[in-house]
């Protein structure tokens, strides 16, 4: 009965438009009154605990990073290298524009930054060059469900802490997924522009031209490997990683692009802080109420009912992940990974699943949720950028979450291209 009044007052919570964090709170308090088993106190003590955590400090800095890097002038220079490499190509700017978000993603490691920040010029962009804009919001929005996948990521920080799996080794073990989706995705985009008449830049792209880009690009582009070099070569821990990412965009913004300007600093500040508060009120509200599910040993129960099911691995797989598809639809990322990494783990570990794995799987699998009602946080991102209906968009972006479906399941039941770089360096 507990476990029903948890989940039931949750859901009325959603569906009253409370905010997420809010929602699991005023459960959890919902539910302690009910079973007085507890204080109200079992909240704030979560709140406190879980956020004093050595790990999660990596979260504000990656913000920070990724805002200050947004406003220092990298967009065009990213884009600029992302046109030279494919632009030639049948539909060469919108694979640029993946190719764009998958450079971005490395340095903001959140979806809906993704999209806001390279939607804001490409969308526009591709409109002038003859492309539909359905689909140049599509690809934009769909392109930044990368943005949580290949290193630095939140999700993945979120992950680690809370199954106390290496964030180093999750980061790592992104990069192959990441460049996998990409490339799926670019697929797409090729034949949908094939099929439009969608041309590539018309001018001849000379290796001259590449090496430019790339040098007007490499402040951008040398961060991740500061942050990945530095932490799989002993230097810092990958919360220190998330300082110097910040001390050196700081740098890259002030004083090497000098688009970022002293005045604006407050304002990128504010954002972040803004953002940092509403992740880690969630981290705290969803430690309560994941305690309480411990507690209520719901992950045992859920356990029990999915095994129950069938003792076929492929199919309790299978199950996992359309489970985690519909949660993902309904729920926001971060609160997500803190309910179901406790509930799926056993389930997992039992299967002899790789923790490390797993964690990329799960990633993915709410990562598809940026694009999928009715949360489907970079299609509200996407839409404000370029006004269509949000209707109109998630009709769009269908083939794009096929192409993720799709992606999800390879990477899913071919482990070694979330393992072959960790295994490499163990």
Known sequence: MTAIILFVSFFIFLALSVPIGISLGLATMVTLLYSETMSLNFIAQSLVTETDNFPLMAVPFFILAGELMGKGGITNRLFNLANVMVGGFTGGFAM?????????????????????????????????????????????????????????????????????????????AGIIPGLFIGGILMLWA????????????????????????LWNAKWALVIPFIILGGIYGGIFTPTEAAVVAVVVALIVGLLLHRELKIKNLFGVFRDAALTTATILIIVGVAAAFGRLLTIEQIPVQVAVLITDLSTNPIVIILLITVLLLIVGAFMETVAAILIMTPILMPIVTELGMDPVHFGIVMVVNLAIGFITPPVGVNLFVGSGISGIPLLTLAKAILPYLIALIISLLIITFVPQLSLFLVSLMD
Do not use: H, N, W
Request: glycine share 10%; hydrophobic share 50%; proline share 5%.
């Open 190 to 213: 090729y034949i949908y522009s094939k099929k439009k008449g969608y041309k590539g830049r018309e001018e001849k792209t000379t290796f001259q031209d590449f090496l430019k880009a």
């Open 96 to 172: 640029a524009a993946i190719v764009t978000c998958m450079f971005f993603a490395a340095i903001s490691g959140s979806g809906p930054a993704t999209v806001a920040a390279i939607g804001a010029i490409m969308i526009p962009a591709m409109v002038d060059m003859g492309y539909d804009k359905k689909f140049a919001t599509a690809t934009v929005a769909a392109a930044g469900t990368i943005g949580v996948i290949i290193p630095p990521s939140i999700p993945m920080i979120v992950y680690g802490t809370s199954s106390l799996t290496s964030i180093g080794d999750m980061f790592i």
